[in-house]
């Protein structure tokens, strides 16, 4: 499976963006779809998740009530609705596929929030 996160930019404290990650490859096994974010000098760090065939989702507290994780699997895409951005959200965000057990990286997408 192959991961493709796009979607970054350069927004405003308080804006909004819209992460995306297009799956591509065969799809059958994977059970979770998530992202997770990496910011200069820190460790990576989990987001958010959501099952691959169900709606049970899971966040970070840091950005829980901010940030909403869905996917279209008719077009094998997940989403990351990222709102009421804040500095610290600025990072490089990865998004991950856990299929069989084992995860799947992306190229990260960067988000740089001014203030």
């Known amino acids: 499976v192959q991961l493709q996160a796009f979607g970054g930019g350069l927004v405003q404290a308080g804006g909004s963006l819209r992460l995306s990650c297009a799956v591509s490859?065969?799809?059958?096994?994977?059970?979770?779809v998530g992202w997770f974010r990496q910011a200069p000098g820190k460790e990576r760090e989990f987001v958010a998740s959501?099952?691959?065939?169900?709606?049970?989702?899971s966040y970070a507290d840091s950005v829980k009530g901010r940030f909403t994780i869905s996917r279209d699997n008719a077009k094998n895409t997940v989403y990351l609705q990222v709102n009421s951005l804040k500095p610290e959200d600025a990072a490089v965000y990865y998004c991950?596929?856990?299929?069989?057990?084992?995860?799947?990286w992306g190229q990260g997408t960067q988000v740089t929030v001014s203030s």
């Open positions: 490859g065969s799809t059958f096994g994977i059970q979770v």
């Open positions: 959501i099952r691959w065939n169900s709606d049970s989702t």
């Open positions: 991950i596929a856990d299929k069989w057990g084992t995860r799947h």
